[in-house]
RNA sequence: UCCGCGUUAGCUCAAUGGUAGAGCAUUCGGCUGUUAACCGAAGGGUUGUAGGUUCGAGUCCUACACGCGGAGCCA
């Protein structure tokens, strides 16, 4: 029943007669020669049905069948420059698998409402196959940085009683005689337990949010790498995180390069993401923006735009670190040189894609996280667990996360993170 | 939640307040090398919903629904 071959196994093949199985992209016709574009999933194949090569009903058949009906085809494989990867199928054969009639997405033009509304047909095109190869590999390449450097994955739970940074963008559900349980939004609090037992360790995994955000940037339901480091500081933190940078981007340039030429990628900045990066602190960033003429007070969270003013004076991501206390997360460390500032650290993406990275070294001391829970208002008898890892050997240590998607829409080139998860969930949509 | 824009054929879009059209898709016909092929023909409409103004509304007004873009928040 399976395929004896695969278009991306052609060259192996070629003066062989063989055959494959797929689904009709587009076709073609000129009077007595048909032009049938197979797809099946792994490339493109034009497939050549010649009047005088193949029976009446073959013939016929290759007339009538419509786009995204599945076939089989028998034909002898040569290599063609003229078709679309470089090889095409004389037909002898053609049998039908499955009809479709009247498939709704047309090679021209679409909106954007309707093609989500589709999209579970829409996966097929060649655009969103190659964003989901893409997505894959660079999941690929993540597991593999950590795994080839001694990191151990450390799954966290999805269902959680309490929020890690307040209740407001938690999704909310009854557990049993228990109450209230959430959606987690984030698997650092748990990766610091995994820290403290297997010294490197990293959490892979989707992660909720229920902000009412309707931006390009944003899922409600997104994938998030969270590597959690015993013994690091700030500054391991920012190296680990620019070496990992680099490497999903390299390997995603060797790898892939030929799905980033379906997406029409510019390649000239991924090209120059390697080490070192800039790093600037957030007070050298305030500079930057006054010098850009922005109205901006020390303090304050930077918004997209500031962002995107920020990166574009480098061509490289940038790490901007040492972020206000103050509009940073309770279990961040503040800098022993400056109360007022956390050992933060945000990476922001070249090309405006803005932050995929953030991360911190963590407060290791009992007594000042007490305080900060206190200060945030937090419900102490729920981190009582994250506090005995301060009673109990506690160490330096540090992380950091990544979000998929975005990482995804930057290095694919996208204009929305939309179309960087097979199916998105946002805020006014659910389906399909 | 706030600001802006939009909703017309299966899809993408036209249409000074005065007979709702085109391209693609579909169906039929033509073409032996097409590259979102091309050429010819046909079918296809409760103009988002509910009101209002007008001799006359796709077009103007009001409300609602849905969508898109942006802001805040964040990865």
Request: overall charge negative; hydrophobic content about 35%.
């Amino acid at each position: 029943m399976k395929p004896e071959v695969y278009i991306n196994e052609l060259s192996k093949h070629v003066g062989e007669t063989v055959t494959l199985k797929g689904w009709l992209y587009n076709k073609r016709s000129s009077g007595k020669v048909k032009f049938l574009i197979l797809r099946d999933g792994t490339g493109y194949l034009q497939c050549i049905v010649f009047k005088g090569n193949v029976t009446e009903e073959t013939f016929e058949l290759a007339d009538k069948i419509s786009q995204e009906t599945s076939f089989e085809v028998t034909g002898k494989v040569k290599e063609e420059p003229r078709a679309i990867g470089g090889y095409e199928l004389d037909v002898t054969d053609l049998k039908v698998i499955g009809w479709a009639h009247n498939y709704p997405i047309t090679p021209k033009e679409h909106g954007i409402e309707f093609l989500i509304d589709h999209r579970h047909l829409w996966v097929r095109s060649k655009r969103q196959v190659a964003i989901l190869k893409i997505r894959h590999r660079i999941i690929k390449a993540i597991r593999d940085f950590f795994d080839e450097r001694g990191f151990t994955l450390f799954d966290p739970p999805i269902i959680t009683p309490n929020a890690s940074e307040g209740t407001s963008t938690l999704f909310e559900m009854e557990y049993f005689d228990l109450g209230k349980a959430y959606l987690t939004q984030s698997g650092q609090l748990y990766a610091e337990a995994g820290a403290m037992a297997l010294s490197k360790v990293y959490t892979f995994g989707p992660t909720f949010r229920a902000e009412k955000s309707k931006t390009r940037r944003h899922l409600t339901e997104f994938w998030m790498v969270e590597p959690e480091m015993a013994f690091y500081d700030l500054n391991d933190d920012m190296d680990l995180a620019e070496e990992f940078l680099e490497y999903i981007v390299q390997t995603v340039l060797e790898e892939k390069a030929e799905e980033l030429k379906i997406l029409e990628r510019d390649l000239t900045f991924l090209e120059k993401v390697k080490r070192p990066f800039p790093r600037v602190s957030y007070t050298e960033a305030v500079e930057i923006l006054k010098k850009n003429g922005v109205d901006f007070e020390w303090g304050d969270d930077f918004g997209a735009p500031d962002e995107t003013i920020i990166s574009e004076q480098f061509d490289k991501p940038v790490m901007i670190h040492r972020y206000p206390a103050d509009v940073k997360a309770f279990y961040m460390k503040r800098d022993p040189e400056n109360d007022k500032l956390a050992l933060a650290v945000d990476v922001l993406a070249p090309e405006g894609y803005g932050e995929i990275i953030g991360g911190s070294q963590r407060e290791d001391d009992l007594d000042i996280l007490l305080q900060r829970i206190k200060e945030h208002n937090l419900p102490q008898e729920y981190f009582e667990w994250y506090l005995d890892l301060r009673r109990y050997g506690s160490v330096p240590h540090s992380g950091f996360g990544l979000g998929l998607e975005r990482t995804v829409a930057w290095i694919c080139g996208l204009e929305h993170i939309r179309e960087t998860i097979p199916f998105p969930r946002m805020i006014y949509r659910n389906t399909p």
